[in-house]
């Protein structure tokens, strides 16, 4: 059965600090990979996304994600955090169909 | 991305009691697929349904679980007879086609407890 693993449930930062977000996937086919920040008190929404071509992928607000698929990984990252990226963020996996599978997310804290 | 509705935001609800979450799509949205996240676990789908239709419900539990999208109103997700484990955050999401890119637009959530 497919899995997601989100290595880190809590991370502390300071602003401008080096951000990077562990996501890790079990599923040997062709997947589709997603990013999901969900701002204290707001909806899930979606950050970024890979489907095909580069494996470094750009989303909003500065963050990027990496696919390397020898390692089943689609890391979160970001060069210089701020405040307001004080979030919970979510990895999930689909397989070309709906069901989107989803890690247990990561609540990323950043200190002013 | 405000479009997708859910109420009540929370509700506790005692033992024995029935849950109703209600769930509006997005305009022109007409797929609406139903997660709950239990404490520190990630989303897990339960159930996509299509106006009047139930498409996948493999993942709600089969007893005392219900959902409905009728052709008129919002979904519902029905919970009879809630117990304990049922304590948990419901997640409506909906999409204008079944969507298999996963871009799906979140409600804000239902966060039931039972007491």
């Known amino acids: 059965a497919q899995s997601v693993s989100q290595h880190n449930h809590h991370v502390i930062l300071s602003e401008a600090a080096s951000l990077e977000l562990g996501c890790n996937y079990s599923?040997?086919?062709?997947?589709?990979l997603f990013w999901y920040v969900q701002y204290p008190g707001q909806h899930l929404q979606l950050l970024l996304k890979?489907?095909?071509?580069d494996p470094l992928v750009k989303g909003i607000k500065g963050f990027e994600a990496e696919f390397i698929k020898s390692k089943f990984s689609f890391n979160l990252r970001k060069p210089s955090v701020q405040w307001s990226d004080t979030a919970e963020y979510f990895c999930?996996?689909?397989?070309?169909?709906?069901?989107?599978?989803w890690g247990a997310g990561t609540k990323l804290i950043i200190k002013p | 991305n405000a479009g997708v509705m859910q109420n009540p935001r929370h509700l506790v609800r005692r033992r024995g009691q029935e849950a109703r979450l209600r769930c509006s799509p997005m305009?022109?949205?007409?797929?609406v697929y139903w997660y709950r996240q239990l404490p520190e676990e990630g989303l897990k789908f339960m159930v996509y349904?299509?106006?009047?239709?139930?498409?996948?419900e493999s993942g709600m539990p089969k007893e005392r679980f219900s959902a409905e999208f009728p052709k008129e109103g919002p979904s519902i997700l029905r919970i009879q007879q809630v117990v304990r484990g049922d304590s948990a955050a419901y997640f409506c999401?909906?999409?204008?086609?079944?969507?298999?890119?996963?871009?799906?637009?979140f409600g804000e959530g239902s966060r039931l407890t039972v007491l």
């Open positions: 599923y040997g086919g062709t997947v589709n």
């Open positions: 999930a996996v689909n397989s070309g169909n709906y069901q989107l599978i």
């Open positions: 349904l299509q106006k009047e239709n139930i498409i996948d």
């Open positions: 890979y489907f095909s071509g």
């Open positions: 305009k022109g949205h007409s797929h």
């Open positions: 999401a909906t999409s204008r086609d079944s969507t298999n890119t996963g871009e799906l637009f």
